[in-house]
Structure formats: structure tokens, C-alpha cells
């Protein structure tokens, strides 16, 4: 049986798709985007504020089923520019402290023309 995640501490979906998913003892969130999840607009116009962005829209989400960046097992990583890697690097290191396994790559462009964009797989025991 699936659990579909809704809070408003993480941007409402802008397509067909849940915030978030539990399954199996999983979490799998869609990935967040730098949007204010009160106005639905992009946060911020450097990779710094808006990665900061995106990892306080995962921990909303992450919050919503009772866990925190410490339950975090994946992340998938998109940037616009890998020349933001580094920066990105810094303000992504302050929040996934547990080092999850993840993959970075670059994208030709992202929802709302965006930097950076996350998406986490968590445990939930």
C-alpha cells in the first residue's frame, strides 16, 4: 500500500505528480526545485540560495513523514551549469551531513528555467 505525501512545507506539485511516495519501507520525493512552497515562485537567482531553497523544500518533506536528512539513503543531484558544482558542493554538505549515496549531473534546463533541482530516496525505520 502506497502513502502519498502532502504538506505545505515543499512546493504543491506543478504536474501529474505527488510530492512524495512511501512505499515499502521507502520514501522516494519527487525533485524540488528552488520554488517558495507559499508562492509557488523560484527563490533566489545564485545556485547558493537556490540549492538552500531546495534543501529546505526536501526537509518539509521529509518532516511531513516524521524523518530528517539523517534517514536520506539517495539523492539524485541536476544542475543547469556544472560550473556550480563546488558552490553547490557547499550549501548540499551543510544539509546531507550522513553523506547519502548520490548521483550529480548536469541538465540542459530545468522546470521554471531553475539551477539545481533534488531528489531524495529515505528509510523510514
Do not use: H, W
Amino acid at each position: 500500500m502506497f502513502k502519498v505525501t502532502s504538506t505545505e512545507n515543499a512546493p504543491g506539485a506543478i504536474g501529474p505528480y505527488s510530492q512524495a511516495i512511501s512505499a515499502n519501507g521507502f520514501l522516494f520525493a519527487s525533485g524540488q526545485i528552488a520554488l517558495d512552497p507559499a508562492t509557488g515562485e523560484v527563490v533566489g537567482t545564485t545556485i547558493e540560495a537556490q540549492a538552500e531553497r531546495c534543501c529546505m523544500n526536501v526537509q518539509g518533506i521529509l518532516q511531513a513523514n516524521g524523518l530528517g536528512f539523517e534517514n536520506v539513503v539517495k539523492t539524485t543531484c541536476f544542475l543547469a551549469d556544472m560550473g556550480d558544482f563546488a558552490a553547490f558542493n557547499a550549501v548540499y554538505a551543510k544539509y546531507f551531513v550522513g553523506k547519502p549515496a548520490r548521483s550529480c549531473v548536469a541538465v540542459k534546463t530545468l522546470p521554471k528555467n531553475v539551477l539545481c533541482e533534488i531528489e531524495i530516496i529515505a528509510a523510514e525505520n
